[in-house]
């Protein structure tokens, strides 16, 4: 009931926002006609697609380019509105919209689906991917297929992976070197099982927060210390309220775009076959903006204060994951495990 009332509530900022105007879309909408998206007969639609980054982000830039091949592939039939930085809530709260209807697209990492369908975040376990090319060739090969799949079941679709990046360790108490120097530290992970259980097998304090939450937190000194990939670090300004960053890189952290069956099945095949194909070439876009934002910014991030640890000793930290591991092979199954990690 208590879930109920909550959905309802969403619904009505939802609707309330969208409807008046409320939240900003963070692009010039080139005006296309703000009609039904069910139309399917080639009129102008209007798709909304939210996301919880700075409009300076990867999310952001991989969103923009989306908009502008998805106008060229329907001759600009189909119009993107982006509404950047949780203009329409957090990323559970924007799946939730979706689900029930009141939010067109969302741009989410995987973080917050532990709530919505565990099997899907296999992807979430620390030190799983050896680099972002292992990464994007499994989850763009039968195994991401595979996975993308199980959302269908829970009235969610998975349209393209897209990516977050590498996460790594900021904090306001001391330099991370080893596990140890983690303990005690209250420190902001996504609402993500697998996420809690790492921080607390490295001795933290590991606390859920959504991400429109976290930067107030971190200024209020509520939390120590966060983890996130360095575009989130940079483009959030998270360098004005954290001292210090250890390039642990402990989980990699794919994005997918999704919608819903219902929004995606009222869109006629052409304008299906459109969106699918901008997801798909805007995931490929965005993955390269971060690689070039991950270059870019790191020195930037040194330059403005922050004390970065480069090199440190992962050993330390992958061993002390593996009880992280013996738990989650009995979810997921050792066989699923292994096959990512020898693809
Ligand atoms: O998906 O919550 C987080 O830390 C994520 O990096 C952010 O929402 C982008």
Redesign the pocket.
Known sequence: MKKFLMLLALTMVIAVLAACGGSESTDSTSGADDADADSGSGEAITIRVGH??ADTSHYQEGLLYFKEILAEKTNGEINVEIYAAGSLGG?RDMVEGLQIGTVDLVL??T?PMSGFVEDITVVDLPFLFRDAEHAHAVLDGEIGDELLAKLEPISLKGLAWWE?GFRHVTNNVRPIEKPEDLQGLKLRT?ENEIHMATFSAFGASPTPMA?TELFSALQQGVIDGNE??IP?IYTSAFNEVQDYLTLTGHFY?P?ILLTSPTFFDGLSPEHQEALLEAAKEAGDYERQVVQRMEQEYLDELEAAGMEISRDPDLQPFIDAVQPVYEKYSEVFGQELIDAIRNY
């Open positions: 919880t980054l990323e989410t990492s973080g977050n996504m991400f996130n990939p989130v952290n994005s």
